[in-house]
């Protein structure tokens, strides 16, 4: 359609300049030319063949006007041909200017096509060759080899075909290609491109879109899965078509595969330890297209879903345990797979906890202020190495523990820097990357320090006896206290070897109820009565006893009722004082 408006346009300009170039002829020429001119000779040279929807434009233009003789001029000269020799298909009658036309009014030679006369306009052309002068010299005329037709513009050429025309993306319904402009565009430039595609196997070639595209990408839409078309781009330009510019095979619309590949975080790339109870969130991405299918195992078998959710997404999968076990620890294995293309990786899973005790310790040997002890290595380890040992000891006298070696790795170890004359027991805790066992493992036998230096020797004199029979420095008074309030009775003793203390209410040994409480710190007795009641007054008595004798002392409880006042009395009385 581009190139017959182009067509049509110059054949509008020819025909312009054409009438131009008559009109100044019939003005100045002699009949003989302007018959020429009538012929179509000239016509001929200006003018080249036109495709035959220019020709008919053309008679459609000659048939608006219908054809006439004009008047004959009564002063031509006899050497002029009468005008009846004109063609009648370009003068009408009823549209003839009067024969005194000045050739002065013919539109200029470069008029555009838009403003050139009508076929109907060529009849006043004749008219002028009446007003010609009979004595007017021939030599005025120009010679007729002077007239040249106008220089015509070039003729629109085409472009190339486009170049590197290449699929840069094919997926399940689309294709996408791309290329580059052609190496000659031609002197009428570029209008844009026509991507066009047929099915494999049949020439049935439609343009995918509808307005020319500038770029040079473009999407083909809209495909079914499975089919094979073929595709070509056309540059257009006023010229017309370019040579296509075609795929050599045929495109299959489907997803193009991308080789899966997984991306392992690198904190996993290592193994993963974590403690018993805690949970297990770990996200490994992956890529592949089509979205790739992904399968786990455990140590080369199917994961039990039970204890380990897993859930993929297109683009990565989540590896979940709500609360891990030791049973959890294991080599996982992730495949995604692609078609015939798989890849694959490999997580170490480890869950750990608190070793247990050292097997058994026993002490090797004894000297000076020194023990040497020996112990093995625990029955559980947490399912992870042992780190180190922690070694305590403890003075039988006080049977308090104190650390004396921590994260210890050797197997055996010497205690330093003990108490001469004190004995000792040991124990030993185990200890790994989650902490330190929650038991130890102890002696079974003790390890004395044995005193080493002079010899004691008795001294000659007698040594004094401090040896007695116990005795109460302090008596206990008798007490009164009210019911509810609690009382204490004190008294004071002493006596060597130490004397026992017995309690007594009424000569009846209190023992262990709880509504007393007994103290002895120092020879400074006590007994608490706690919250006394009307029934816990009476005779209380201390009674001291060692191997040397025994010693009483006694005092007389009595428990009243807290004091009841009047109350309307003191409501009276404050009454009064108010007033």
Not at 171 to 186: E, F, H, L, Y
Not at 278 to 302: H, M, R, Y
Not at 337 to 363: A, H, N, R, W, Y
Request: proline share 11%; aromatic share 6%; hydrophobic share 35%.
């Amino acid at each position: 359609m581009t190139s017959k408006i182009v067509e049509w346009a110059e054949f509008l300009q020819r025909h312009a300049r054409c009438i131009a170039i008559y009109k100044a002829a019939r003005a100045s020429e002699t009949q003989s030319k302007v018959s020429s001119l009538r012929q179509g000779s000239f016509l001929r040279i200006i003018m080249p063949a036109k495709p035959a929807p220019i020709k008919k434009g053309v008679k459609v233009a000659k048939k608006e006007a219908p054809p006439s003789k004009p008047k004959p001029a009564p002063e031509a000269p006899p050497a002029e041909a009468p005008p009846a020799e004109a063609p009648p298909v370009e003068a009408p009658p009823a549209e003839a200017p009067p024969a005194v036309a000045p050739p002065a009014e013919a539109p200029p030679a470069d008029a555009p096509p838009a403003e050139a006369p009508p076929a109907a306009e060529e009849a006043p052309v004749e008219a002028p060759p009446a007003e010609v002068p009979k004595d007017a010299p021939a030599a005025e005329a120009p010679p007729a080899e002077e007239i040249k037709a106008p220089t015509l513009p070039h003729p629109a050429e085409p472009a190339s075909e486009p170049l590197e025309l290449v699929v840069e993306d094919v997926n399940d319904v689309s294709v996408t290609i791309q290329w580059r402009p052609p190496a000659t565009i031609g002197n009428a430039g570029l209008d844009g491109y026509t991507v066009e595609c047929c099915k494999e196997g049949t020439g049935d070639w439609k343009a995918v879109n509808e307005e020319l595209t500038i770029s040079c990408r473009y999407v083909i839409k809209n495909q079914t899965t499975g089919d094979r078309v073929n595709i070509r781009v056309v540059a257009v330009n006023a010229g017309g078509r370019s040579p296509p510019a075609t795929l050599p095979d045929a495109v299959l619309v489907r997803e193009v595969v991308d080789r899966p590949k997984i991306r392992l975080p690198r904190f996993l790339r290592q193994r993963y330890v974590i403690n018993v109870g805690e949970k297990v969130n770990l996200v490994i991405p992956f890529s592949g297209k089509p979205q790739p299918a992904v399968t786990w195992t455990k140590d080369g078998q199917p994961i039990d879903t039970k204890r380990v959710n897993i859930r993929n997404t297109d683009r990565d999968s989540i590896f979940f345990i709500r609360a891990a076990e030791r049973a959890d620890s294991g080599v996982y294995e992730m495949c995604v797979k692609v078609e015939s293309f798989e890849d694959k990786s490999q997580l170490t899973l480890q869950i750990i906890e608190l070793p247990g005790p050292p097997g058994s310790i026993k002490i090797v040997d004894t000297w000076g202020f020194n023990v040497a002890l020996e112990w093995t290595e625990p029955k559980d380890n947490g399912n992870t190495t042992i780190t180190g040992y922690t070694v305590q000891k403890a003075d039988k006298k006080t049977g308090d523990w104190f650390t004396v070696l921590e994260h210890y790795h050797r197997l055996n170890a010497t205690i330093s820097d003990l108490i001469m004359g004190n004995t000792y027991s040991f124990r030993v805790f185990s200890e790994n990357k989650c902490g330190i066992s929650n038991d130890a493992t102890v002696t079974k036998n003790f390890a004395t320090i044995q005193k080493t230096g002079i010899d004691y020797k008795p001294p000659d004199y007698k040594e004094h006896n401090f040896s007695e029979a116990p005795k109460f420095t302090t008596n206990m008074p008798d007490r009164c206290t009210t019911v509810g309030y609690t009382t204490k009775l004190l008294c004071s003793v002493r006596g060597f070897p130490k004397p026992k203390i017995q309690w007594m209410k009424n000569q009846m040994i209190i023992g262990d109820d709880p509504k007393f409480r007994q103290l002895n710190n120092q020879g400074i007795c006590s007994l608490e009565i706690r919250k006394p009641g009307n029934f816990d007054g009476g005779v209380y008595a201390c009674k001291a006893i060692n191997e040397y004798g025994e010693a009483v002392v006694s005092c007389k409880l009595e428990v009243k009722q807290p004091e009841q006042q009047d109350h309307s009395l003191l409501k009276r009385n404050f009454e009064d004082t108010v007033c």
